[in-house]
């Protein structure tokens, strides 16, 4: 059974680097079924979309943070993730990983990590 | 572009039925069927309930139901339990460079 990871630190300092992993586990990354997406939600807000992976390398982007992201994909680890640089204490929220299936179609997401609490404090 | 617009909070007694709504604009659920709907207690991630409007995905009570009618989709639950009591957030793809929108979120309380 698929189930996703993520971890990395929970304090970042403002103008920092901000660095996620999410692992998969229970089934292979590689998948050509499969997007791998990050996803974030402000304490007491709704969802935002950040971006997602395709296991060859091609990504999608919010536009509203396309210059302070990058998702990447390590496939011998079965592994993606995600940094955000010069964080603000906007990009305090906990951060999600996610699978949607490949395809135009399939604009939803089926299996979500358990989240993690990101805070930007100095 | 800014989020899809959902009631703040709606509640109903066990047994009854409440219906959600989520607006958004042709941009987004007017024209497409790439609407889903989430449920999240607190503290734990979301769990998807609807997908591309009306779809239940296995392992969702039949309780959960979706529709869409011009710019607005809606979820609703029938036979009201306990156990749903939490956070209800719809989500649309967009044509916009965004891709993808979530709703404001629904607090649902079970009287």
């Known amino acids: 059974q698929l189930q996703l990871q993520e971890s990395g630190p929970g304090l970042v300092k403002p103008s920092e680097t901000l660095s996620l992993t999410c692992t998969v586990s229970?089934?292979?990354?590689?998948?050509?079924?499969?997007?791998w997406a990050w996803i974030r939600q402000p304490p007491g807000k709704g969802p935002e979309w950040i971006g997602h992976?395709?296991?060859?390398?091609?990504?999608y982007y919010n536009p509203s943070l396309t210059s302070r992201l990058t998702i990447s994909v390590d496939t011998s680890k079965n592994q993606f993730s995600l940094k955000l640089s010069s964080v603000t204490a906007a990009d305090t929220a906990v951060y999600y990983c996610?699978?949607?299936?490949?395809?135009?179609?399939?604009?939803?997401?089926?299996?979500w990590g358990r989240g993690t609490l990101v805070s930007v404090s100095s | 572009q800014s989020a899809l617009t959902q009631p703040a909070s709606m509640s109903g007694s066990p047994g009854q039925s409440i219906t959600i709504s989520c607006t958004g604009t042709?941009?987004?659920?007017?024209?497409?069927?790439?609407v889903s709907w989430y449920q999240q207690h607190p503290g734990k991630a979301p769990k998807l309930m609807i997908y591309?409007?009306?779809h239940r995905p296995s392992g969702v009570s039949n309780r959960f139901s979706g529709s869409k009618s011009g710019n607005t989709a809606s979820l609703t639950i029938s036979g009201l339990q306990a156990e749903d009591e939490a956070d209800y957030y719809c989500?649309?793809?967009?044509?916009?460079?965004?891709?993808?929108?979530f709703g404001t979120g629904t607090k649902v309380t079970v009287l």
């Open positions: 042709s941009s987004d659920i007017g024209d497409y069927n790439f």
């Open positions: 229970g089934g292979s990354i590689t998948s050509d079924d499969y997007y």
């Open positions: 989500s649309s793809y967009t044509r916009s460079n965004t891709l993808c929108l």
């Open positions: 996610a699978k949607r299936r490949a395809g135009f179609n399939s604009w939803y997401f089926d299996l």
């Open positions: 992976i395709f296991y060859i390398g091609t990504t």
């Open positions: 591309e409007v009306s």
